[in-house]
Antibody, heavy 117, light 110 residues
């Protein structure tokens, strides 16, 4: 069974940093592209970043480019999102999602990030 | 703001057919596949339709997708109470170099 479990969320002050992790199981991790998606309170889904199976190709949404960094460790079957210079508007539930038939075939349950002083 | 526009809400009685539209442009829907997702608050979103009109295994055939030009639609036939959820379209956007989601549609079963 495909499983994705996010961790690392929490409360952080504006301007601070946080690192999210996504632990994968139930599939050959290195064979799949992975995306990060978030949902701010009362808002819709927003795509943030993409990483290829090898990690050699990466894309970012303009809203996080230069502040967030996506990476993966295939040996550890884990995906990461390093978030720097956090703003109040980054408050959201963050999901990792595995690509397959679509860019977002399977999703984790999400990790809540709250940016507030 | 999202570049894919959906109606904020749609509703129907049990057994009815509901259609949700997703309007984009030549940079996204017009030149790329469209995907549809179902999201119940507090849960992980679920893939309903990929490549415009394909259903993953396990998704009931009550759900169907179509695309024409720069617009796409999701139809739910035989509406059931468990279909109450938020629905999102998504596509790759060539000019942005990333994926975009629709604004989302809340479906209510009356």
């Amino acid at each position: 069974e495909v499983q994705l479990v996010e961790s690392g969320g929490g409360l952080v002050q504006p301007g601070g940093s946080l690192r999210l992790s996504c632990a994968a199981s139930g599939f050959i991790f290195s064979n799949h592209e992975i995306n990060w998606v978030r949902q701010a309170p009362g808002k819709g889904l927003e795509w943030l970043s993409y990483i290829s199976g090898s990690g050699g190709t990466i894309y970012y949404a303009d809203s996080v480019k230069g502040r967030f960094t996506i990476s993966r460790d295939n040996a550890k079957r884990s995906l990461y999102l390093q978030m720097n210079s956090l703003r109040a508007e980054d408050t959201a539930v963050y999901y990792c999602a595995r690509a397959g038939d679509s860019p977002f075939d399977y999703w984790g349950q999400g990790a809540l990030v709250t940016v507030s002083s | 703001q999202s570049v894919l526009t959906q109606p904020p809400s749609a509703s129907g009685t049990p057994g009815q057919r509901v259609t949700i539209s997703c309007s984009g442009s030549s940079s996204n829907i017009g030149s790329n596949y469209v995907y549809w997702y179902q999201h119940l608050p507090g849960t992980a979103p679920k893939l309903l339709i990929y490549n415009n009109n394909q259903r993953p295994s396990g998704v009931p055939d009550r759900f169907s997708g179509s695309k024409s030009g720069t617009s796409a639609s999701l139809a739910i036939s035989g509406l059931r109470s468990e279909d109450e959820a938020d629905y999102y379209c998504a596509a790759w956007n060539d000019s942005l170099g990333g994926y975009v989601f629709g604004t989302g549609t809340k479906v209510t079963v009356l």
